[in-house]
């Protein structure tokens, strides 16, 4: 499938308050234990690059933390939006638009972390992720950590199951969900166009560059992403709980699928 780039920035310029509020409101236990997991690697007042990193959720936080963030995202609008919550916020945000597959407006070596949580999501072809790792790992410090996220292909009968169970009779579907039976990933049309990708594919993508070496790997909503309108129609204190006790399997290898995303993250050993 060739690169679907012009409709995925449009998909996200149609509206950018949408992917803010999945983690603020509809997915909030995915940046919970997101953040709990990299906070392990991350240190006071390291640079980060954001790559992909949408209207801001994750850019902003840490910008809250002290940090020195640089956002680059496909999107104009995401850009555009990004900025306005560092206004809100109150803080320093550098937000500029870009694409993760040329990074030549940074130098080699130039952050303590990289983030790429979004871009594997949308690049349809081994090849043109690959570029993209080795774009983040060139412009990461040695030394320093890559955070990369992938949609998980079971991630998608999750949410077929949760959402919309009545697309297991639909014959438009029956594609995915054979491909996702056999323990493949595949490239396809979903809420844009996407990739869906496998743990051990995922594993494979991060292994195949070299001065790369993983840390863990681990599930960002761990075993929650199911169970995602049972959470929310329950107490805050209660979700919370369920949160902290989810912390506890997001690593098991045993429940990476019971997320719709994966993280590898994996420190920069060399050039």
């Not at 909503?221 to 309108?229: D, F, T």
Request: net charge positive; glycine share 6%; with cysteine.
């Amino acid at each position: 499938m060739q690169e679907r780039t012009e409709e995925i920035r449009a998909h996200y310029n149609a509206d950018p308050a949408k992917e803010w509020n999945r983690l603020k409101k509809r997915h909030p236990y995915e940046k919970y234990i997101t953040v709990h997991m990299m906070d392990r690697y991350l240190k006071p007042g390291d640079s980060i690059l954001d790559i992909g990193g949408g209207p801001g959720q994750y850019s902003v936080h840490y910008a809250r933390q002290g940090h020195d963030v640089t956002l680059l995202d496909l999107s104009d609008e995401n850009v555009r939006y990004a900025r306005k919550k560092a206004r809100q916020y109150k803080v320093k945000l550098t937000a500029v638009q870009g694409n993760a597959l040329d990074l030549s407006a940074f130098p080699d070596e130039s952050f303590d972390a990289v983030f790429l949580m979004g871009p594997l999501y949308h690049l349809l072809s081994e090849e043109t992720r690959r570029t993209a790792v080795l774009e983040a790992k060139r412009v990461l410090k040695s030394g320093g950590f890559l955070f990369s996220s992938f949609i998980l292909m079971f991630g998608g009968v999750i949410y077929g199951m949760r959402d919309i169970p009545q697309t297991i009779f639909w014959p438009r579907e029956q594609p995915f969900y054979e491909i996702a039976a056999q323990g493949k990933g595949t490239s396809m049309e979903a809420f844009t166009f996407a990739n869906l990708t496998t743990v051990s594919d995922a594993e494979a993508l991060l292994s195949s560059v070299p001065g790369l070496e993983t840390q863990t790997v681990f599930g960002q909503e761990s075993i929650l992403a199911p169970y995602q309108h049972t959470l929310a129609a329950r107490p805050p204190k209660e979700r919370r709980a369920w949160y902290d006790y989810a912390l506890r399997f997001c690593e098991k290898r045993d429940y990476l699928t019971h997320s719709e995303h994966l993280m590898i993250v994996s420190r920069k050993t060399g050039r």
